[in-house]
């Protein structure tokens, strides 16, 4: 079953602006990722946010997760071309659980 | 992708024939996974494995197996029971006590 939901499914925004993406999940969580896709390729691992902390920065990155409202928030600033591709969160819970459950996606289109 | 191959990158089967994707990793992690990705869809767990000679079905095994007799490798089989293989497999692995996973670069198999 998946447990994430991204929103939106797709969004496309011109070079230099910030692109937001948010992620709701149904049940408690031991922390939430996320991962970039390139069409056809593998995913890569950009950031982890553990379920006691509130807000986490890498880079042009910011992530923020709201365990009551069961939600997280990804947060691209200044995109370029180059960020353009699938994002997803995925979650793990449960005592030394290692898997994880991923969401459908946002799509994000980066026009030059 | 960085030290996780998968091979070949395209695979094509007749319906009814089984077929072996493989997926190496060098990066002496413990845990290997397969998932199943489907057009404009998130991740399905197929099957893991923590520790060499054993593994554990994911929310979809049906129609596959797996196989962890060295560290290193993790190769699946789709059977020809599986009714709809046509899909994108993605295999990945995550070092010790560690929840991020590492992705290899995928093989879109066509089953016709």
């Known amino acids: 079953s998946q447990q994430g939901e991204e929103d939106p499914q797709a969004l496309s925004i011109q070079e230099g602006e910030n692109a937001t993406m948010n992620c709701s999940y149904k049940t408690s969580i031991n922390n939430l990722q996320w991962y970039r896709q390139n069409s056809g390729r593998g995913l890569v691992h950009l950031i982890l946010?553990?379920?006691?902390?509130r807000e986490k920065h890498s880079g042009r990155l910011r992530v923020t997760l709201d365990t009551s409202k069961k939600s997280s928030s990804l947060l691209i600033t200044a995109s370029r071309a180059a960020d353009t591709a699938s994002y997803f969160c995925?979650?793990?819970?449960?005592?030394?659980?290692?898997?994880?459950?991923f969401g459908k996606g946002t799509k994000l289109s980066v026009i030059p | 992708d960085g030290g996780i191959t998968q091979s070949p990158k395209y695979l094509f089967r007749k319906e009814g024939q089984n077929v072996t994707l493989s997926c190496e990793q060098n990066?002496?992690?413990?845990?290997m996974y397969w998932y199943r990705q489907d057009p404009g869809q998130g991740l399905r767990l197929i099957y893991y494995?923590?520790?060499?000679?054993?593994?554990q079905k994911g929310d979809i095994a049906e129609g596959y197996s797996v196989s962890r007799e060295k560290k290193e490798s993790f190769p699946l089989t789709v059977t020809s029971a599986q009714k709809n293989p046509t899909a994108f497999y993605l295999c990945?692995?995550?070092?010790?006590?560690?929840?991020?996973?590492?992705f290899g670069p995928g093989t879109r198999l066509t089953v016709t």
């Open positions: 494995s923590q520790i060499v000679n054993d593994f």
């Open positions: 990945a692995s995550s070092p010790p006590n560690r929840v991020e996973q590492y």
């Open positions: 946010i553990r379920s006691n902390e």
């Open positions: 995925a979650t793990a819970s449960g005592a030394g659980s290692y898997q994880l459950t």
């Open positions: 990066l002496n992690h413990d845990a």
